[in-house]
Structure formats: structure tokens, C-alpha cells
């Protein structure tokens, strides 16, 4: 059984930082690329950056690109998303997707998600 489990979202004003965490009940965390998508609403889910498996590439939404980034922590199974000078339009439900490579192949997991509100 695997669990996404996303925190830190909340309330933040335009300017500000927030660091999202997701957390992955796998044994396998490194072999699984893992992303970052957003939902605003009335908009259609889009991806915000992403980390390969080995941590060796990342790609970033252009809207994102220089504010955001992706590190991983394979010790502690978890992928976090730094965001920085947050603006009023990333304001949405940030998901977190694991996606297997290798051994884990074929395997794919979605959390929850986490609420992320930019207002002054």
C-alpha cells in the first residue's frame, strides 16, 4: 500500500516563500520520478516541475522557471517544492505524482493535495 501524503500549503502574500513537502510510503523512493502539478479553479491541472529518479534532471513550468524549484531527499522519502516570490496566480491545490522507473515500473501514485492560497 502506498501513501502521497502532501503538507505545507496555506495562506502566503504575494512576495512571499512556502516549501511543500510530499511524503512517500514506498520502499523503492528512488527509483520514481516525482512531480509537482497545480489546479486552479476553473483551470485544467498542469504540470510545475519535475525530478527524474536519480535526481540528475528537472524541468520547470515556464511560468514557474527561477521562483520554484524541486529538490529530493531520498534518505527521507520525500520531494519538496520551494517556491519563491509567489504571485497571486499560483494560488491552487498543489498535487503531488510519483511516477516508477526501473524496477518500479509501471507503478504510478497521486496524492491528495495541498491547498495554496496567495493573497494580501
Known amino acids: 500500500q502506498v501513501q502521497l501524503v502532501e503538507s505545507g500549503g496555506g495562506l502566503v502574500q504575494p512576495g512571499g516563500s512556502l516549501r511543500l513537502s510530499c511524503a512517500a510510503s514506498?520502499?523503492?523512493?528512488?527509483?520514481?520520478?516525482m512531480s509537482w502539478y497545480r489546479q486552479a479553479p476553473g483551470k485544467e491541472r498542469e504540470l510545475v516541475a519535475t525530478?527524474?529518479?536519480?535526481?540528475?534532471?528537472?524541468n520547470y513550468a515556464d511560468s514557474v522557471k527561477g521562483r520554484f524549484t524541486i529538490p529530493r531527499d531520498d534518505a527521507k522519502n520525500t520531494v519538496y517544492l520551494q517556491m519563491n516570490s509567489l504571485k497571486l496566480e499560483d494560488t491552487a491545490i498543489y498535487y503531488c505524482k510519483a511516477i516508477g522507473r526501473g524496477i518500479s515500473r509501471g507503478y504510478v501514485y497521486w496524492g491528495q493535495g495541498t491547498q495554496v492560497t496567495v493573497s494580501s
Open positions: 514506498v520502499f523503492t523512493f528512488s527509483s520514481y520520478s
Open positions: 525530478i527524474t529518479s536519480a535526481g540528475g534532471s528537472t
